[in-house]
């Protein structure tokens, strides 16, 4: 193995990280899956910049990188809901908001042939959100008790970022095509 594929390493250990956090948080041991998050968090971030700074960016790791934040982010919100923290309302909505970006994407490329994969400012603001969301349930549930109002704010800003960003990429590829097709005519 060379050194070009550490990163690679390092995030298909975040991926394998996922189940102790999932453990962790059925059973009930927050503090525990605050570190564990702490590490895949870090983690993110060192491979991340072992890319930038040494330039050992590989396609594998192109893929690699969004699929491990994904499943981490998936498995996180499907635990804290089956926990209770969270409503499944809102984890129905961020996997549908998940999935029209997916499905988007695919249609986007079966019409043009090609596809950038560029996140919108909406979208990087709703991921950041998504996060604050799910560790500020898991520090309320058992480390600190956060007031009500704060909560709730962050719920109802989840759920404002994840439809906007979902209908910013419906129209961002939908004009995307339109041009296409428009070029192609």
Partial sequence: MSFRQLPNVITLLRIVLTGPIIWALATHQYVLVLWLLLIAGLSDGLDGWLVRRYGWYTRLGGYLDPLADKILMVGTYFTVAWTGLLPWWLVVLV???????????????????????????????????????????????????????????????????????????????GRKAYLHWRSTA
Avoid: C
Avoid at 98 to 105: E, K, Y
Avoid at 117 to 122: E, N, R, V
Avoid at 134 to 139: D, F
Avoid at 142 to 155: A, S
């Fill in 95 to 173: 996997l549908a908001r998940d999935g029209v970006i997916v499905l988007g994407a695919m249609a986007f490329r079966a019409v043009t042939r090609s596809l950038e994969m560029q996140p919108l400012f909406i979208s990087k603001a709703n991921t950041f959100f998504q996060i604050v969301l799910v560790l500020s349930v898991i520090i309320n549930a058992g480390v600190l008790e956060l007031p009500e109002w704060y909560l709730h704010g962050m719920l109802m800003l989840v759920l404002f970022t994840t439809v906007s960003s979902g209908l910013a990429y419906v129209f961002a590829w």
